[in-house]
């Protein structure tokens, strides 16, 4: 498993809360911004998403974040656990 600086998982802790946040505000631009930070944990372990146009509250489980990302041409599931990487399932 990659280890990422300490740093960086405080700024995606940070930037995700924040996405978190606003996401449930439900308009569009917050939405928008919710499926960028999303999108870029998604892209960084590998996974296409071009142009991510949503990410939705899915469940939470055992106290971890799930979303479900809306990218132009894929759609995942995807469950955001703190210090790992996250578990990524494809919905296409």
Not at 20 to 32: F, I
Not at 42 to 69: F, I, N
Not at 79 to 86: E, G, K, N, Q, Y
């Amino acid at each position: 498993m990659r280890k990422h600086a300490p740093g960086l998982i405080v700024l995606f802790a940070v930037s995700f809360g924040s996405a978190l946040a606003m996401a449930q505000s439900n308009d569009d631009a917050t939405d928008k911004a919710a499926a960028d930070v999303v999108a870029d944990q998604v892209r960084e372990q590998g996974y296409d998403c071009k142009e991510p146009t949503k990410a939705s509250p899915d469940q939470d489980v055992d106290g971890d974040s799930v979303w479900k990302l809306t990218c132009k041409d894929n759609a995942y599931r995807v469950r955001l656990v703190p210090d790992m990487a996250a578990q990524v399932e494809s919905l296409d």
